[in-house]
């Protein structure tokens, strides 16, 4: 069964530093989102992706983030300058329609000392 | 402010007692309803979801949940659980023209053998 990869699973890094997240979505799906939780916290929309551009983004997806489709198959979350309040699950998924079911990656958990 | 709200923060229960967990969203208009299950250490994989047509849907592993419009619910039950459902249940929304999911802030649930 076709499933949405992401990699690393676990990325510790310094404060102001940079970070990408990697993200696979599955292969004939055209819509793509990147959510992220916060220890304790609900699960928050951060950005929607479609046709090589963003659809929509939430008040937290600022200026330090940012989206790619590099190539025909990854999809990536940069963090430029990280912060502590950074420090979350961010999670990556994908749909074939933005009316269908979203599919949803392991995660990665990003923690800013 | 425009919501997801689940009730319970943690339920534990016996095996083969019967699970209800309540989930109310204050979005007008029409709305698609989700009900997401993160098994311990797992992604987030789909329970069951409604678009339209009867209220009652059922779902993967013996779930089903009811939508009462007039409620603004869409709650989830399982008549009989078992130990393996021990996870955290996310109800999520998405409307009309704006596919981002909305969380709730999940429950998690217990089953004690």
């Known amino acids: 069964e076709p499933e949405v990869t992401q990699t690393p699973s676990h990325q510790v890094t310094q404060m102001g530093q940079e970070v990408i997240l990697r993200c696979v979505p599955i292969s004939n799906h055209l819509y793509f989102y990147w959510y992220r939780q916060i220890l304790g916290q609900k699960v928050e929309f951060l950005v929607s992706?479609?046709?090589?551009?963003?659809?929509?983004k939430s008040e937290i997806f600022d200026d330090q983030f940012s989206v790619e489709r590099p190539d025909g198959s990854n999809f990536t979350l940069k963090i430029r300058s990280t912060k502590l309040e950074d420090s979350a699950m961010y999670f990556c998924a994908s749909s074939a329609r933005p009316d269908n079911e979203q599919f949803f990656g392991p995660g990665t958990r990003l923690t800013v000392l | 402010a425009q919501s997801v709200s689940q009730h319970n923060h943690h339920v534990i229960l016996s095996e083969a007692a019967s699970l209800e967990l309540g989930c109310n969203y204050s979005y007008g208009g029409t709305v698609n309803l989700f009900w997401y299950v993160q098994y311990p250490g797992q992604h987030l994989q789909l329970l069951l979801k409604?678009?339209?047509?009867?209220?009652l849907v059922k779902g993967i592993k013996g779930f089903e949940a009811e939508f009462i419009k007039s409620k603004f619910s869409f709650n989830l039950r399982k008549p009989s659980v078992q130990w393996s459902d021990t996870a955290e249940y996310f109800c999520?929304?998405?409307?009309?023209?704006?596919?981002?999911?909305?969380f709730g802030a999940g429950t998690t649930v217990t089953v004690r053998a």
């Open positions: 999520a929304v998405t409307r009309i023209n704006d596919y981002k999911l909305s």
């Open positions: 992706f479609y046709n090589n551009e963003i659809s929509e």
């Open positions: 409604y678009f339209s047509g009867d209220p």
